[in-house]
C-alpha cells in the first residue's frame, strides 16, 4: 500500500510542477521545444537529485510512466492555455505549492524508507519539494521563488515538522501525508491571499543602502 | 567497434563544446582560469549528467583523454582567439549546435546501451545535448540558447527523432548516427542563417503587456 | 590518521561555505528560511557533487554531523548579523576563500583516494572547491565570483598545483594539506586588498565594443 500511495502522489507531484514549468515557460514565450524542456525540468528536477543522492535508481528512468506523465501535463496545459489570454502568475504560484507539497512528503517518506535520520529526511523533502522550481526559475531567469516568496522555504519546512511529528506520535501514515500537504498548501495559500510573512531571521537594525 | 565510434564521437562532441563555453568566456572577459572553468563545466557537464542518470561511472572520470580533449580543446581556441579581434557570436552557436548534434546522439545510444526505452533514450539525448550548453548560459548570465533561440530544442529533439525512425527501420548503426546529425545541425544553421523557427506550441491569442 | 583530519576539514569548510552562503542570502534580505536554504546549498553543493561523481555515498547523507554543522553555523551567523548594521561584503569574500581553500584540499585528497590519477584529482578539487560558492551565487542572482573575481579559479588550481608537488615530492600528508591551503588563501587576500590579477588567456588585441 505504501508503494502504491507513493507512486500515486509521486505522480501527481510530477504533473503539477509540469504544469507550473509550462505556464512559466510559455509566459516567457519560448519557442518549440523549449517549454517542453522548461517543464520537464521543473517535473524531474527535484525527485531526480533526490533519487541521485539517495543512491537510488533514477524514478523516470526505472518508471517511464512519469516521463509519460510529464509530456502529457505540459502537452495538456500548452494546447489549452495557448488558446487562452494571459495567465494569471497566480496560478503558477498555486500549482508549485501543491507540486511543492506534493514532492516535500514523498522526498521526505522516500528518505525514510532508505533508512536515513529525520534531519537527513527533512533536508531530502525539501531538496526535492525546491529543486524542480528552483531550476526552473534559473532557467527562465526569474528571481527563485525560494528568493522572492517570504513563506516558501519557511511553507515547505513546516509541511516538513508536520509530517515528522504526526509520524513520531504513531498517526496512521495516511493522516501524516494529509496533514503534511495541507500545513504546507494552506501556509502558501494564506501568503499569496494575505501577505503571511515569517519574521524570522532578518535585520534587527534599520539596513541603510547608498 | 560501437565503442570505438562511441569514444570518437564523444571526444569531439566534448572538444567541441570546449570550444563553445571558451568562446563565450573569453567574449565575456573572464580572467585567468575562468575561462577553463566555464569551458570545462560546458564540455563535461551533459555528458556528466548523463552518466549520473545511467548510474554508470562519469566519462571523464573513466576514461581521462576526455579531461585531456576537453584542457586541449580550451586551451588552443584561447591562443588562438586572444590575437583575433572580437570573435563574432555566429561562430559560437556553430559550434554549440555541432556538439548539441553529437551529444544528442551520444546520450540517445549510450540510453539504448543500458537498455532503457526509446521514449527515455530520447530524453537522455536531450539533456546530454543541451544541459552543458544550459550551464554555460548560466554561469555567463546569458539568456540560456533553449529560451533565446527558436530552433534549438526542437533541432535536437528532431534529430532524437531521425535517430529513433532510421533505428527502428533497421538502417545500419552508422547511418542512424549520420542522418541524426545531419538533420540536428540542418536545422540549426536553418535557423542561424535564415530565421526558421518552429510556430510549434505559442499562443494563438495576441499577447497584452502593460 | 587520514579519516580524522578529512572529516575535521571537511566539517571546518562546510561551516565557512554556510556563514559565506548565510552572509550573501541575509545580506540580499531573503525571508524565512531561505537563507537556510542558500547557506546549506552553499555548503553541501561542492561536496555533493564531487560525491556523486566519484559515486560515493553522499557525505552528509552518510554523517548527519555535516548537517548539524551547516544548520550550526547557518543559525548562529544569523543570529549574530542580524543585530549588527549591514555586514561588509568583504567578509563574505574572505569566508568563502577559506572555504574554497579547504573544500579545494578536501576534494583532491578524496579523488585521490578513489584511485583516479592526479589530473581528475584537481580537477575534482576544484569541483568541490568552487560549485558551492557558483551555486549560491547564481540562487542570489550575482555575478559568479569565478566570473567577477580575477584571482579566483587560478588561486584554487595554484593550490591544487601546490598540493600536487609537494604531495609528489613525498612532503608529509599534513604539509601538502597546509601548503596548498596556504597558497589558495594567500593569492585571494592579495587579490582581494591589492588587486592581483592574473594576466593569463586575456585579448591580446584591444576589444572593441559599440
Redesign the interface.
Known amino acids: 500500500m505504501t508503494a502504491e500511495y507513493f507512486n500515486f502522489l509521486s505522480l501527481i507531484g510530477v504533473a503539477f510542477f509540469a504544469i507550473s514549468g509550462s505556464l512559466l515557460?510559455?509566459d516567457?514565450?519560448?519557442?518549440?521545444?523549449?517549454?517542453?524542456?522548461?517543464g520537464?525540468v521543473t517535473a524531474l528536477g527535484g525527485g531526480?537529485l533526490r533519487d541521485?543522492?539517495?543512491?537510488q535508481?533514477?524514478f523516470?528512468?526505472a518508471n517511464?510512466d512519469y516521463?509519460?506523465a510529464t509530456y502529457g501535463a505540459i502537452f495538456v496545459t500548452?494546447m489549452f492555455?495557448?488558446?487562452?489570454?494571459?495567465v494569471s502568475n497566480y496560478y503558477m504560484l498555486l500549482v508549485d505549492a501543491i507540486g511543492m507539497a506534493i514532492f516535500n512528503v514523498v522526498g521526505i517518506e522516500k528518505a525514510l524508507i532508505e533508512g536515513?535520520?529525520m534531519?537527513?529526511a527533512l533536508?531530502m523533502g525539501?531538496t526535492t519539494g525546491?529543486f524542480g522550481g528552483?531550476i526552473r526559475d534559473?532557467?527562465?531567469?526569474e528571481?527563485?521563488l525560494?528568493?522572492r516568496e517570504?513563506?516558501?522555504?519557511?511553507a515547505?519546512?513546516a509541511g516538513g515538522l508536520t509530517y515528522a511529528t504526526l509520524f513520531l506520535l504513531d498517526v496512521p501514515y495516511l493522516w501524516c501525508i494529509i496533514g503534511s500537504l495541507l500545513v504546507t498548501v494552506f501556509l502558501r495559500l494564506g501568503a499569496l491571499h494575505f501577505g503571511w510573512?515569517?519574521?524570522?531571521?532578518?535585520?534587527?537594525?534599520p539596513?541603510?543602502?547608498d
Open positions: 515557460g510559455h516567457k514565450d519560448i519557442g518549440g521545444f523549449g517549454v517542453v524542456v522548461v520537464s531526480t541521485i543522492l539517495l543512491n535508481p533514477v523516470w528512468i517511464p516521463l509519460y500548452v492555455i495557448r488558446h487562452l489570454p494571459d536515513t535520520t534531519v537527513v533536508t525539501m525546491i528552483l534559473v532557467i527562465c531567469r528571481v527563485p525560494v528568493m517570504e513563506l516558501y522555504s519557511t515547505c519546512f510573512q515569517p519574521n524570522l531571521f532578518r535585520k534587527r537594525t539596513k541603510i543602502r
